[in-house]
């Protein structure tokens, strides 16, 4: 005998509130046929994901990454300005000795540069700053870690020149 046979699972509304009370219809909800696994928009995510992630792989100079730039205000992202170009060599000596300083030098049009520096590739920190004067700079940068120094001097116009130091 199934459940439909049963005495209880014939009962009328008005039956099944005199023997189990008024609450027992509240307890009674129907149900979604079927419960899907995937729920309405997840293809919506799923191609707006997959298309940031193929714009990501975009290199810097690509003619479709300027039409992209978005304006953050208090933020300084390179390589999204309208005249990107290819990293260029930052000058500077392969090794350097903890406790001395290493003098930088390079091109630019005028305006400051920040030059910032990451030892082993932990964050990047602002190292120094100096101001382009007849289209060169100069900075001299204390060395206070062991390990790799991996230098980038950012240029007024958004370029940057990178480099590495292998510091003793």
Not at 90 to 98: E, F, L
Not at 145 to 150: D, I, K
């Amino acid at each position: 005998m199934g459940w439909r046979d049963r005495d209880y699972a014939r009962w009328t509304p008005e039956e099944r509130q005199s023997f189990l009370g008024p609450g027992a219809m509240r307890a009674q909800r129907t149900r979604p046929a079927r419960r899907s696994f995937v729920r309405p928009r997840t293809g919506t995510v799923v191609v707006v994901v997959c298309a940031l992630f193929a714009l990501g792989q975009l290199p810097a100079g690509h003619p479709i990454v300027p039409a992209l730039h978005m304006n953050l205000s208090g933020t300084h992202i390179p390589f999204l300005s309208k005249t990107s170009r290819p990293n260029d060599t930052i000058r500077a000596p392969g090794t350097a000795t903890t406790g001395s300083f290493l003098d930088l030098h390079g091109t630019a049009q005028s305006g400051p540069v920040t030059i910032e520096g990451s030892y082993d590739g932990t964050t990047w920190q602002t190292l120094a700053s100096a101001i382009v004067d007849n289209g060169t700079w100069a900075a001299s940068i204390p060395i206070t870690q062991r390990g790799t120094l991996h230098l980038r001097a950012l240029r007024p116009d958004g370029s940057q020149e990178v480099g590495t130091v292998s510091v003793q």
